[in-house]
């Protein structure tokens, strides 16, 4: 997923997903700033702790609904998603800058289209790059819950 983002040394980046901060730090040392979206708190606690022990200063990792993306440090040259949404979210090619690229699982609970969304004078161009499957994004513009992926 990284690799086909294509990040620069100057991009500003929004994950959706931190986990365990393990892409978080790779994002952190190929990109310029970088802001990740957790749900769980507990994982964004200790995400954070984690990347500032390791001495990254270019990541603030914010809890939230990840669907919605983060409108407030918007646009982004990049966005990750780390997790399968039935359909790309608009708030999250919205928040996309022109000429930016986001990487995204999309499709049904049981098999996913990862896919290249690019921002081209506001209108996404989408490149199908491989099936997948990943945990479901949960929230307003995701899935209601993970109970279909069960």
Known sequence: ???????????????????????????????????????HASLAHN?????????????????????NGCPEHAPFDAIVVSAAAPQIPPPLFEQLREGGRMVIPVGPPHAQELQLVCNRAGQPVIINLEGCRFVPLIGSQGYDSGKDFL
């Not at 620069?8 to 190929?30: M, N, W």
């Not at 984690?50 to 200063?57: E, F, I, N």
Request: aromatic share 4%; glycine share 10%; hydrophobic share 45%.
């Open 1 to 39: 997923m990284l690799e086909v983002l294509a990040l620069d040394r100057s991009d500003v980046v929004l994950e959706i997903g931190t986990g365990s901060g393990y892409q978080t730090a790779l994002l952190c040392e190929l990109a310029r700033q970088v802001f990740s979206v957790e749900r």
């Open 47 to 67: 995400a954070q702790a984690a990347l500032a022990r390791l001495g990254y200063t270019n990541v603030e990792v914010l809890i939230g609904d990840g669907s």
